[in-house]
């Protein structure tokens, strides 16, 4: 059973360019969360979704950040016109349907540098 | 609401000396609690969790943590540290009802020959 599957492992973008960071769940899970990491800043929650569907958003800033989990296919994250303060690695995590106690199991990250 | 705080962002301890790494949460329900561990460029990695039951928890690599209700905290400790326990260490909560877990800023450990 693979592990969460985040690629690219490192993206580097230009500012304006947009960038897109992918994520496939564990099979048979059907919960995603996004996580932000900053040096000496722990990992900050940006969203949770289920299938089809955005359940908490609260943690994503409001513009040129934006979150899919479809149907098929892996979950994306999505930043348009990126800054450099953009820069940072972002996780993503994912559980099954029960969530009694369940741990969030986390992928290996995307570092994203804006230059 | 929930929120977690690690004291000490940094923590020093000599190959073979007790490790104790402290976490606090704040709660207004039962919570869920957690250890993960990070290796440098990589993804986290669950030490071991606080559900229900038995307030000592062990985990892998020998380290263990206790919930203690009236503290609220859920300490990592292992009596001997190794070179290769050398890693960022995050407490995270989740209270009952609540599906996101919240993280503390991380410990980093560090450990001397």
């Known amino acids: 059973n693979a592990g969460v599957m985040q690629n690219p492992r490192h993206l580097v973008r230009r500012r304006g360019q947009e960038a897109r960071l992918r994520c496939s769940p564990m099979k048979g899970h059907s919960h995603v969360y996004w996580y932000r990491q900053l040096p000496e800043e722990g990992l900050k929650f940006m969203v949770y979704l289920q299938k089809e569907n955005i359940i908490d958003e609260s943690g994503m800033p409001k513009e040129r950040f934006s979150a899919e989990f479809p149907k098929e296919g892996p979950s994306i994250l999505r930043i348009q016109q990126v800054v450099r303060g953009d820069s940072a690695a972002y996780f993503c995590?994912?559980?099954?349907?029960?969530?009694?106690?369940?741990?969030?199991?986390f992928g290996q990250g995307t570092r994203l540098t804006v230059v | 609401a929930q929120s977690v705080t690690q004291l000490g962002s940094h923590v020093s301890v000599s190959e073979g000396a007790l490790v104790l790494l402290r976490c606090n949460y704040s709660?207004?329900?039962?919570?869920?609690l957690f250890w993960y561990v990070q290796y440098p460029n990589q993804g986290l990695q669950l030490l071991l969790k606080y559900t229900t039951g038995a307030t000592l928890v062990k985990g892998i690599n020998g380290f263990e943590a206790e919930f203690k209700k009236s503290e609220t905290s859920f300490h990592l400790t292992k009596p001997s540290a190794h070179m290769s326990d050398a890693a960022e260490y995050f407490c995270a909560v989740q209270a009952g009802g609540s599906y996101i877990p919240t993280f503390g800023r991380g410990t980093s450990l560090i450990v001397h020959p």
């Open positions: 709660s207004s329900v039962p919570p869920y």
């Open positions: 995590a994912s559980s099954p349907p029960d969530r009694s106690g369940t741990e969030a199991f």
